[in-house]
């Protein structure tokens, strides 16, 4: 269970959204300074791949890069993970042990999931890191000293923990003198297409002699208006089936049903690009009739608008082709809001 590599290389930051530029401009500015740093972000944001690439960037790279997740393991297996054991510091411990932090040495030592740690290792952690690496390894009274570069990263709100009592605040303002929050995929869309290429290259090569197609223009847009809880991680799974089973329509016709009925607030439409039109709106006989128990002139304005808004939206993107970042300037909102407006009114590419 060793995640102990040397020189590990990740992949490069993929992305052109604002968040990604961000995160390598700070990647940039905080590579050679070995400055404590905490990555924020939802899992399988990429937290790994930023501290990867900051140590690839630093003074260290070829050093050691050690990893160790806090959340994956009980406090005291964690103790001793972390500064390590002399033989015999405990039941079980026959040979001395080298704690993470020492396999770190002159490396980076990532700490994934760090607001997973229970309070006694934090302070344990801290009293380490106010004193400059110095710490005794379990069952030793010698102390060893160490210069490791800590990244922490973290999907929890740290804040939040603090006031919880969950986190110090101590060694809260200790680790985080640099922050890089990652966004979630589905706050930056954009990047999606880019990622898409990048794995689908990745996977090609992995998978050697295998007839690899990108998915079609028409699906990576509906890849694009899917809500992406899993994020990347979640995206190359997507793709890896896609690619792997050739059914990409399907697969996707599938991840965004599953949203769908997932979702109780888009129940409206009984499908897909289901065509409302003014005269059911407001059909005195139907389902928005004033008798009806369940009309009211809120929401028929609501689905009226919405009828106006699906028709202009489909018939911009119509026209250019499906170009979404074209539309929405024609149309004067942002990008996102026209993707959020694609998701929302269920407003689907057309068949190629
Ligand atoms: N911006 C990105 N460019 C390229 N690959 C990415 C990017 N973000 C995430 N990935 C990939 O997605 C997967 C999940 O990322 P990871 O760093 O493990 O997420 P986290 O640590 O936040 O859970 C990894 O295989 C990673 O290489
Ligand atoms: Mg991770």
Known sequence: MSNHSKSKTGPPIVGV????????????HVAHTGLNTVVFGESGVGKEVVAQNLYQKSPRFGKPFIKINCAALPEGLLESELFGYERG?????????????QLAHSGVLL???????????????LHVLQSGGGFSPLGSEKEVQTDTWVIAATNHDLKKAIDEGKFREDLYYRLNIIKIHVSPLRERP????????FYTKEYAAMLNDRHIEKPSAQVIDRLCVYSWPGN???????????LVLGDSNQIVDELLNGERTSSPTSEATNGPNQQVSLTQIIDLDGKNSPDNQSFSLK???KEAVEMVEREIISHVLAKTDWNRSKAA???????KTLLYKISDLNIIPPEK
């Not at 607001?115 to 006694?120: A, E």
């Not at 300037?329 to 990008?335: T, V």
């Open 17 to 28: 959204s604002k968040n990604m530029e961000r995160v390598r401009e700070l990647i940039e």
């Open 89 to 101: 510091a405990f039941t079980g411990a026959e040979q001395k042990k080298k704690g993470k932090f």
């Open 111 to 125: 700490l994934d999931e760090i607001g997973d740690m229970s309070l006694p290792l934090q302070a344990k952690l």
């Open 190 to 197: 954009e990047d999606i297409p880019l990622l898409i290429d």
């Open 232 to 242: 990347v991680r979640e995206l190359q799974n997507v793709l890896k089936r896609m």
């Open 299 to 301: 929401s028929a304005k």
């Open 329 to 335: 300037k024609i149309l004067k909102i942002s990008y």
